[in-house]
């Protein structure tokens, strides 16, 4: 089986996403899940998007031990002195650089001919070389360069020093049969190619992301770019969950496989859509909710005869565990320790008996306590934000025919304060309420909600973004009561808020140009 590598963009191309900001804390949090789930290159960021991305980037090279860490460059002496700040702390650091080479980018926004691109590329893959033994280069657009030049492209870049090219299908425009013939024709007429590895890296916007990784691996790919749940600029990436699955369940077929603990795949999941508030469709390939569920009668019937008539994949393979024990109000706390374990959770002592007590206050609102309340509980609070405002108690009072209010008691500082307001909903007499306990000034860009598990007393989820003078913060909020995780949400965002405006260089996503 010949092994393809995965480089995780999730930190970078998928951070890009519209609305999604990670802090370092998440980028962090983020980075060394992937390490468990075992990817071989993590790209961490652009570290000379704003000293915030630096820094972010640092702190990655700085946890994670078992991956190559990247930083992203363009094809400039500043970019790359970036990333050699950044990576300063890598046990294994490489350097992507990218220039766009198709006519297109060409004539619009290089302004540059075909020669000045292929200079400039090379002056910045030489100047890298100094610094770093593997540099990735990257034709930005390769999708839409013509290929004789895209052939010349890439013999100049392993001239140059470069260990890895990769094919961007920057704007998702191949389809899978022009997209392995690239690396056919590369692999065929460009002399050299077999002492560099070929990447693939694909968007979605015509939804063919992974199908055009898995034609680049069939035409001889070494490497697939992609993220996590496909999130990533507009409509996407090729999400690495589906080549992993793809590639494990169609072994026979691609004679390809990938190193990743595939077990980890719906955790590293779930921790990527909690992070950056991008839920998973229930429909998504892989790690959808319903990727297992069977509705009809029919499959249902058959599932019960022989799992694979319907079944190709199964749950348990990408970690998702069917759970015998339920728990509620009576368990103790050695069937929750049992329960944690039984779920992956490797907790101390003293986490596991705050879980407990926290599993307690459900237990009392919820009959059966799921695996999915229990992961959210222990999720709710990932990343440790200081906490300079936080929810002490809340009323609201709701009529159709009356104008919704609400009363917010919030500590600041050891100071409480307790604030009334009216709303044209619930959820807005409670922000507005929130806002006259605060000295900040914030403006909701996003609100959105959703049920943890099913049933009356499910937890409920809220994620909101605030926006203050140009940057964004998400936050999160949990509990059986949606209003009471809509207020909490606001708070944690407006902690994130505060606590971004004290970390250095604060960064609107500036276009790679
Ligand atoms: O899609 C793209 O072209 C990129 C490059 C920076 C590799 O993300
Ligand atoms: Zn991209």
């Given at each position: 089986m010949r092994k393809i590598y995965i480089f995780d963009t999730t930190l970078r191309d998928g951070e890009q996403s519209p609305g999604v900001n990670l802090n370092m804390n998440e980028k962090v949090e983020i980075a060394l899940q992937l390490e468990k789930l075992g990817v071989d290159r993590i790209e961490a960021g652009f570290p000379a998007a704003s000293p915030g991305d630096l820094a972010g980037v640092a702190a990655v090279a700085g946890a994670v031990k078992n991956a190559t860490i990247i930083g992203l460059s363009r094809s400039r002496e500043q970019d790359i002195d970036a990333v050699r700040e950044a990576l300063k702390a890598a046990q294994d650091p490489c350097i992507h650089l990218f220039l766009a080479t198709s006519p297109i980018h060409r004539k619009h926004k290089l302004r540059m001919e075909k020669e000045q691109v292929l200079e400039a590329a090379e002056r910045a893959i030489r100047y890298a070389k100094q610094y770093f033994s593997k540099i990735e280069?990257?034709?930005?657009?390769?999708?839409?360069?013509?290929?004789?030049?895209?052939?010349?492209?890439?013999?100049?870049?392993?001239?140059?020093?470069?260990?890895?090219?990769?094919?961007?299908?920057?704007?998702?425009?191949?389809?899978?049969?022009?997209?392995?013939?690239?690396?056919?024709?590369?692999?065929?007429?460009?002399?050299?190619?077999?002492?560099?590895?070929?990447?693939?890296?694909?968007?979605?916007?015509?939804?063919?992301?992974?199908?055009?990784?898995?034609?680049?691996?069939?035409?001889?790919?070494?490497?697939?770019?992609?993220?996590?749940?496909?999130?990533?600029?507009?409509?996407?990436?090729?999400?690495?969950?589906?080549?992993?699955?793809?590639?494990?369940?169609?072994?026979?077929?691609?004679?390809?496989?990938?190193?990743?603990?595939?077990?980890?795949?719906?955790?590293?999941?779930?921790?990527?859509?909690?992070?950056?508030?991008?839920?998973?469709?229930?429909?998504?390939?892989?790690?959808?909710?319903?990727?297992?569920?069977?509705?009809?009668?029919i499959h249902q019937d058959g599932m019960l005869k022989e799992k694979t008539t319907y079944e190709i994949i199964s749950p348990e393979i990408i970690g998702l565990k069917e759970s015998k024990l339920v728990l509620g109000k009576h368990s103790g706390r050695h069937a929750f320790r049992e329960k944690l374990i039984d779920m992956g959770y490797e907790l101390a002592?003293?986490?596991?008996?705050?879980?407990?007590?926290?599993?307690?206050?459900?237990?009392?609102?919820?009959?059966?306590?799921?695996?999915?309340?229990?992961?959210?509980?222990?999720?709710?609070?990932?990343?440790?934000?200081?906490?300079?405002?936080?929810?002490?108690?809340?009323?609201?009072?709701?009529?159709?025919?009356?104008?919704?209010?609400?009363?917010?008691?919030?500590?600041?500082?050891?100071?409480?304060?307790?604030?009334?307001?009216?709303?044209?909903?619930?959820?807005?007499?409670?922000?507005?309420?929130?806002?006259?306990?605060?000295?900040e000034t914030v403006e909701l860009e996003d609100y959105s909600i959703k049920s943890v598990t099913q049933g009356k007393d499910a937890l409920g989820e809220v994620h909101v973004v605030l926006k203050q003078d140009e940057v964004s913060a998400q936050g999160r909020g949990l509990s059986t009561d949606i209003l009471e995780a809509s207020a909490r949400a606001y708070i944690d965002a407006l902690n994130r808020l505060i606590d971004k405006r004290k970390s250095p260089g604060r960064r609107d996503k500036m276009s790679l140009i």
């Open positions: 280069f990257s034709p930005e657009d390769a999708g839409r360069t013509e290929l004789d030049f895209l052939c010349e492209v890439t013999d100049m870049a392993i001239k140059a020093g470069a260990t890895v090219v990769n094919i961007p299908d920057t704007v998702g425009y191949m389809t899978p049969a022009e997209f392995g013939n690239i690396f056919k024709t590369l692999k065929e007429q460009v002399p050299g190619i077999e002492k560099i590895q070929l990447s693939a890296h694909c968007h979605d916007d015509l939804g063919m992301a992974t199908a055009n990784a898995l034609a680049a691996i069939v035409n001889g790919a070494d490497q697939v770019e992609g993220t996590i749940n496909g999130i990533g600029e507009r409509a996407g990436n090729t999400a690495i969950e589906e080549v992993a699955m793809a590639l494990a369940t169609r072994a026979e077929y691609y004679g390809a496989q990938t190193t990743l603990n595939l077990k980890e795949i719906a955790k590293t999941s779930r921790l990527v859509s909690k992070l950056t508030g991008m839920v998973v469709p229930g429909n998504k390939a892989i790690v959808g909710a319903n990727a297992f569920a069977h509705e009809s009668g002592d003293e986490a596991v008996n705050a879980a407990f007590a926290k599993f307690k206050e459900l237990a009392d609102k919820k009959k059966n306590v799921s695996d999915e309340d229990i992961r959210a509980m222990l999720e709710e609070k990932l990343v440790n934000t200081p906490e300079v405002y936080s929810l002490e108690a809340i009323q609201v009072s709701y009529g159709n025919e009356s104008t919704p209010s609400a009363t917010v008691r919030v500590r600041n500082a050891g100071q409480l304060q307790e604030k009334t307001a009216e709303g044209n909903g619930s959820v807005d007499a409670i922000y507005n309420a929130i806002d006259l306990t605060t000295d």
